[in-house]
C-alpha cells in the first residue's frame, strides 16, 4: 500500500522540481521509503532516491538523489507503505529490465503466490517477494490480460519505455484511487487529488454538478466526475492507455472488466455454504502480509463475521495470539455498539481497542481530515472512521481488514422494498408478492401500498402513471430541496426495476464509490492499509448472480450472510435487525453542545455559498427547524458547513 504519481511532459521535456513536489505532499500514504523515476526517450529509465528515501534502500542500491533541474518525458514518483517483503528489494518505482518496463504500484495483488508459481513454471525469476515484481513479470508475458488474473485493490502506472507507451490501471471495483488531470504541459496521474494541485497549470474551478448533487442529496461522486471540473478520475475497471510516440500522447480510455453477475440455481443451503466458502478465502488471502494485520470491529454483521472468520484461519495456522481490533465507541447508548463489540471479543479472545470520537476532536482535527480528504463528506460518520484508523496508527498497526462493501451488495441499508416488488411483479411471482406484502402488515401494521404503486407504476408504464394523483407519481429525476438554486444535477433518481439493479445502482454509483474513497483517504491518512473482503470480485460476482429472496426475504437484510455465519459469530450478532455502521451522535451535537457551532457555521457558509448555489435565508430557517425538532433531522448542516470549508482550502 503506497501513494504513486506519473507525471507526463507534453509540451518540452520537464524538471524534476514538480515531481519532487508532488510526491512530497503525499508522504503520510507512505512514510518508510520514496523513490522516483524519470525517462527520456532513446534512454533507459533512471531511478533516483528523494529526501524520504530509506537508509536502507540507499545502502543496498546507491540511487543517487535527483536534481530538481533534471529533465524528463516521463515522470514517476513512489511513497511506500512496508507491507509485503519489507527489505530494500521492494522499493519503488520498480524495474523490470529484459522486459524494458517500470512500475509505480499502489494496492495489493492478494494471490500474487499463486501467480508467481505460474510463472516460475514458466520460466520467470524473481529477485523479491514483493507482489509489485509479480504484476511486472504477468505484465511482460501475458500484456493487459494479466489484469484478469489478479484478485487484489491496485491502482498502477507501467511504462514500456521500449514501445513507448504507458498504461494508467484501476481495480475493478475502484478500491484504490488514481485521478487524472491534462494540464498546458503535463498529464498528471496521482492517488490523491492535491498532488495535482501542485502543478503549475493548475487552476481551482468548481465542478457545479457534482457541487449541487452533494448539496441537494449528499451524493458525492459519479464515474469520472469529482468536485474539481479540470481533474477526473479513471473509472473502476479502466485503464488509461498513453501513446508517448506522438508529438502530442494520444489517450485512450480502455474498459478491461464488466461485471457479470453468476446466476445461481441451487438451493439457498447450497448458496449459504458457497458464500461461506468465498468470504472465508478472501478473509485469508487478506491475511497475507509481512507485517501484523488487525480488524476493524464495530459490532454489526459485517465486521463481526470477518473477525470471526479471521479467528479460525488464524488458530488453523497455529496462531492464538488473538487479534488487534479498534472499536469507535461513545457514550451515547444510542449510537454506541461496544455491547455487540463484546460479544465478538469474547468469542474470539481478540486484544480490543476503544477509541471515542469527540465533538470537541472533530472540532479540533476537522480542517486535517478535510485536507486528506480532498472532498466534503456526507455525514461526520466519515469522521468516526478517521478515529478509528488515528487509533489504529497510535497503536503501532499497519494493516486493518474491515467491512467495507457488504452492505451494497447484500441489501444491508433499508429503502429495497419497492425495487424488490418490481422485480417480483416483472417475473408474476404473485405468491412472493403477497408473502411479502403480508409480512411487512404484520411488522408495521398497514400494508405497503406506496411500493406496490410504485411497482405496478414500474411495469405498467406511463398509462397507469397517470391515472394516479401527482404527488403518487414516480418522476426520473429528483427534485431539488426548496433551499436549492437551480442548477444542473447528474442525479438520476428512476426506480429500480429489480433489487438486482438497486443493488448494481450502489454498487457503481451511490453510495459505495464515495465509502471507497473516505476508506482509502481515512487509512491512507494514518499510513494505514485497509484491505476489505467483501470487495473481493469473486464474492461480488456471486452476491449479484443470487435469486433475490436469498438476499431480502421478508423485510430480513443479509439473509445469506447470517445463515451462512450462523454458529461463526455471536447469536447476538446473527440475529441484530438494527443498523449503525460508522455513525456519531451527530443529531446530538446538533441540537446539544454543538448547537452554536453550527449555526455559527450556517452563517459563515451561506455568505459564502448564498447566491449561487444555494438559498442562504432558506437554508438558516430550515435548520433553525431541525434544531428545534420541527423537521426531521438530516444531515444537511454538516454539508453546508464541510463544503464551505473544502471551498477555503482552495
Same mark, same amino acid.
Given at each position: ?88 528489494? $521492494?522499493?519503488? %518505482?520498480?524495474? *523490470?529490465?529484459?522486459?524494458?518496463? @517500470? !512500475?509505480?504500484?499502489?494496492? &495489493? +495483488? ?63 471495483? $475502484?478500491?484504490? %484511487?488514481?485521478? *487524472?488531470?491534462?494540464?498546458?504541459? @503535463? !498529464?498528471?496521474?496521482?492517488? &490523491? +487529488? ?66 457479470? %453477475? ?389
Amino acid at each position: 500500500m503506497c501513494g504513486i504519481l506519473s507525471i507526463i511532459s507534453t509540451k518540452a521535456n520537464a524538471g524534476s522540481g514538480n515531481l519532487l513536489k508532488a510526491c512530497s505532499v503525499i508522504k503520510h500514504r507512505g512514510p518508510d521509503d520514496e523513490g522516483l523515476l524519470t525517462w527520456l526517450p532513446g534512454q533507459s529509465p533512471v531511478v533516483w532516491a528523494g529526501e524520504d528515501t530509506a537508509p536502507s534502500t540507499l545502502g543496498h542500491w546507491s540511487y543517487s538523489k535527483l536534481s530538481p533541474e533534471q529533465k524528463f518525458k516521463v515522470g514517476f514518483g513512489h511513497r511506500r507503505l512496508s507491507i509485503l517483503d519489507l527489505s530494500p528489494a $521492494g522499493h519503488q %518505482p520498480m524495474l *523490470y529490465e529484459p522486459a524494458s518496463l @517500470a !512500475i509505480t504500484f499502489n494496492g &495489493e +495483488i492478494y494471490n500474487y503466490l499463486e501467480i508467481k508459481e505460474e510463472l516460475e513454471n514458466l520460466g520467470h525469476q524473481f529477485k523479491s517477494t514483493t507482489d509489485t515484481e509479480v504484476i511486472l513479470h504477468a505484465w511482460a508475458e501475458w500484456g493487459t490480460k494479466c489484469l484478469d488474473k489478479f484478485n487484489g485493490m491496485f491502482a498502477f502506472v507501467i511504462l514500456d519505455h521500449k514501445k513507448g507507451e504507458l498504461f494508467a490501471v484501476r481495480d475493478r471495483f $475502484g478500491v484504490k %484511487p488514481l485521478y *487524472y488531470y491534462n494540464g498546458a504541459s @503535463a !498529464i498528471y496521474l496521482a492517488s &490523491e +487529488i492535491k498532488q495535482i494541485k501542485t502543478s503549475p497549470d493548475f487552476r481551482f474551478k468548481l465542478d457545479e454538478s457534482v457541487a449541487h448533487d452533494y448539496l441537494a442529496y449528499g451524493t458525492c461522486e459519479y464515474g469520472e466526475s469529482t468536485f474539481y471540473a479540470d481533474i477526473k478520475q479513471v473509472p473502476s475497471g479502466h485503464y488509461l492507455h498513453v501513446n508517448l510516440l506522438t508529438e502530442v500522447p494520444v489517450q485512450k480510455m480502455v474498459k478491461w472488466y464488466t461485471l457479470v %453477475p453468476k446466476k445461481w440455481s441451487g438451493s439457498f443451503e447450497d448458496a449459504s455454504g458457497k458464500f461461506r466458502e468465498l468470504l472465508t478465502d478472501a478473509v485469508r488471502l487478506r491475511l497475507r502480509s509481512d507485517v501484523k494485520v488487525g480488524s476493524c470491529l464495530s459490532g454489526g454483521l459485517d465486521s463481526s463475521s470477518i473477525v470471526c472468520l479471521a479467528a479460525e484461519l488464524l488458530k488453523a495456522n497455529g496462531d492464538f495470539a488473538g487479534q488487534e481490533t479498534v472499536t469507535a465507541c461513545y457514550d451515547n447508548v444510542r449510537y454506541d455498539e461496544w455491547h455487540f463489540a463484546q460479544e465478538v471479543i469474547k468469542k474470539t479472545n481478540a486484544h480490543a481497542h476503544q477509541t471515542f470520537p469527540s465533538f470537541r476532536q472533530l472540532q479540533d482535527e476537522m480542517d486535517a481530515f478535510l485536507w486528506h480528504q480532498d472532498a466534503p463528506t456526507g455525514s461526520t460518520s466519515q469522521f468516526s472512521q478517521w478515529a478509528v484508523f488515528k487509533k489504529t496508527h497510535e497503536i503501532g498497526l499497519k494493516v486493518m481488514i474491515d467491512g467495507q462493501g457488504a452492505d451494497e451488495q447484500l441489501a444491508g441499508y433499508g429503502g429495497y422494498d419497492a425495487a424488490l416488488y418490481t422485480g417480483l411483479m416483472k417475473k408474476a411471482k404473485f405468491g412472493a408478492i403477497l408473502d411479502e406484502a403480508l409480512h411487512y402488515k404484520k411488522e408495521k401494521g398497514t400494508w405497503p401500498k406506496g411500493f406496490l404503486l410504485a411497482a405496478m407504476q414500474m411495469n405498467l408504464g406511463n398509462g397507469f402513471s397517470k391515472m394516479l394523483p401527482e404527488k403518487l407519481r414516480i418522476g426520473n429525476t429528483a427534485a431539488s430541496p426548496e433551499w436549492m438554486l437551480d442548477g444542473h444535477s447528474n442525479r438520476y433518481d428512476s426506480q429500480s426495476a429489480s433489487l438486482q439493479e438497486h443493488l448494481l445502482k450502489q454498487v457503481y454509483m451511490d453510495p459505495l464509490p464515495s465509502l471507497l474513497r473516505y476508506e482509502d483517504h481515512n487509512s491512507m491518512a494514518w499510513s494505514v492499509e485497509s484491505r476489505t473482503p467483501f470487495m473481493d470480485y469473486r464474492l461480488l460476482e456471486f452476491n449479484l448472480g443470487l435469486p433475490e429472496n436469498f438476499v431480502y426475504k421478508r423485510g430480513l437484510r443479509k439473509t445469506i450472510l447470517r445463515h451462512a455465519m450462523h454458529n461463526v459469530i455471536p447469536e447476538a450478532i446473527e440475529n441484530r435487525r438494527d443498523k449503525m455502521g460508522f455513525v456519531t451522535p451527530e443529531e446530538s451535537w446538533l441540537k446539544g453542545e454543538g448547537k452554536e457551532w453550527f449555526k455559527d457555521g450556517i452563517d459563515k457558509a451561506c455568505n459564502k455559498i448564498g447566491g449561487s448555489l444555494v438559498d442562504a435565508q432558506k437554508v438558516k430557517n430550515y435548520v433553525d427547524r431541525m434544531i428545534a425538532g420541527n423537521v426531521a433531522f438530516d444531515f444537511l448542516p454538516w454539508r453546508i458547513i464541510c463544503f464551505s470549508r473544502w471551498l477555503d482550502s482552495n
